[in-house]
């Protein structure tokens, strides 16, 4: 039988497959490894502008119920502020009865007007209206429970109050939160954050930032920077936000591209001073 008429590959043509299957694989290779740049490099970039829609949101939204004249504003530097930021509206559901001033305790209807929580007797202060009508403040002491005239649930709520008036059932009862927001570094990952602290808490809200990725201007009626915070009318918020790995851009360069948002937060009630 002639060896000429089997069928069969020569070593040329199995070097000539071997070849293009290796030039296949690497363009398949390279299509996947491109493909996955570009997915890390996408989801850096939606996870910065998060941060930055997060500052745009919950920045100004905190600023913009403050009233600097009456002192909201406890504490102003360029890369922190410490403020008395809403956080219910209540009603007395029991009457208070006139006393000497000192500790009263108050009762307030379970389901508030407005409120984003109970009451926290290590953090909050309150604010009642008088008859005469005027605010009184007052520190929140202890929390707890107790009936409403009418028998509904209720909270007691005892504060020092420096006078002791009579107060009818149905006045409006404003709590508020001394909160810090700030500048810091992550002791964890190493990493800037914009952190939400009170007197029992700190916690990271926005970020990761950059270095400087919190900048906090307050301006009075004219447009002038000042530091007495009863005179602020306007507060600049500047947030800039990184990558938080490095991705690579059009050009095939290796960093971390940073944006920013700027924010003009106008406070409420602000008369011209």
Do not use: H
Not at 17 to 41: D, E, F, K, M
Not at 204 to 230: H, M
């Amino acid at each position: 039988m002639s060896l000429t008429g089997r069928l069969g590959t020569t070593l040329l043509e199995l070097l000539v497959a071997l070849g293009l299957l290796g030039v296949l694989s690497l363009a398949v290779v390279g299509v996947l490894v491109r493909t996955q740049n570009g997915y890390r490099t996408m989801t850096a970039q939606i996870d910065r502008r998060q941060s930055l829609r997060a500052a745009a949101a919950l920045l100004p939204a905190e600023l913009r119920e403050l009233d600097a004249a009456e002192g909201d504003l406890i504490a102003l530097s360029p890369t922190a502020v410490t403020i008395r930021a809403p956080r219910e509206l209540a009603v007395l559901c029991r009457d208070l009865v006139p006393g000497p001033p000192g500790p009263v305790s108050l009762t307030l209807r379970s389901a508030p007007r407005y409120g984003l929580r109970d009451p926290d007797a290590d953090t909050d202060s309150l604010w009642i209206l008088t008859p005469e009508p005027r605010w009184v403040p007052a520190d929140v002491t202890s929390v707890g429970s107790a009936p409403c005239a009418d028998g509904s649930p209720g909270r007691s709520v005892t504060v020092t109050l420096p006078t002791a008036d009579a107060v009818p059932l149905g006045t409006p009862v404003l709590v508020f939160e001394d909160v810090t927001y700030r500048l810091y570094r992550s002791s964890e990952d190493g990493r800037w954050y914009i952190g939400q602290g009170t007197a029992t808490d700190f916690q990271p809200v926005i970020g990761p930032v950059t270095a400087a990725g919190l900048s906090l201007a307050y301006l009075d009626s004219a447009g002038t920077p000042t530091t007495d915070g009863r005179r602020v009318q306007l507060i600049e918020v500047r947030v800039r936000a990184a990558t938080s790995e490095p991705v690579r851009d059009a050009a095939g360069r290796l960093g971390k591209p940073v944006d920013s948002v700027v924010t003009l937060v106008a406070l409420r009630n602000n008369r011209r001073r």
